[in-house]
């Protein structure tokens, strides 16, 4: 059992790597614009998983593993940047009107979901990873289960980062007659896009 205090440390030490825009919130802003609201919640779901699979993780010591093995960090930090510019250039293909005999290119059924998009998106993120590695560990209570103590900030994190993309969608949902025009979701499926591109080149230099 957690006490409340290190959660609520834990939750105000994590949120700025939260409120930071990152691949979660690029997504929803292209799904909730294109789409509607509803679309948000896939995002929030693989964002979600995202973060259970780091959690996991780390109780099994992988990530431990990763983060002190420069090559397997590299590898991930690799793979996650190579996905965020490949979807990059997806999203900004899926922007370019084609003429009706020139039939759209569409990503694979499952890769092209925004469950899988998001979920990807975190799982290779190496500095998700880190977050349970280096800031979980400062507000674990000594001679206690680790499992359920990750466990916890895990789901606190979830919760958190949840609320955060709710504001967001309902933000972004608020203005729907605007963006709804097709011009606006041009312009931002391809804000969208450069965004990604960002995220990929910053996680493959750093």
Known sequence: MVSLYPVAA?????FPLIATPGASLALLTRQVTREGRRRAVPVILGTV???YVHAGLAVAGLSALIMHSSL??????????AYLIGLAGWTWRSSTPRAPAAP?????????SPYVQALLGNVL????????LTLI???I?????????ILTFATAHALLITVWLLVWTGLIGGAERMLSTPRFKTAVTRITAVT????????AVA
């Open 49 to 51: 998983t995202g973060l």
């Open 141 to 149: 209570t000594p001679h206690r289960p680790v499992t359920g103590q």
């Open 137 to 139: 560990p400062q507000f």
């Open 104 to 112: 759209r290119r569409h990503l694979p059924k499952t890769a092209g």
């Open 72 to 81: 397997a960090f590299t590898v991930v930090k690799l793979a996650g940047a």
């Open 10 to 14: 834990f939750l105000v030490a994590v």
């Open 125 to 132: 993120n190496p500095k998700a990873a880190s977050i349970y």
């Open 196 to 203: 990604l591109l960002a995220l990929g080149i910053r996680s």
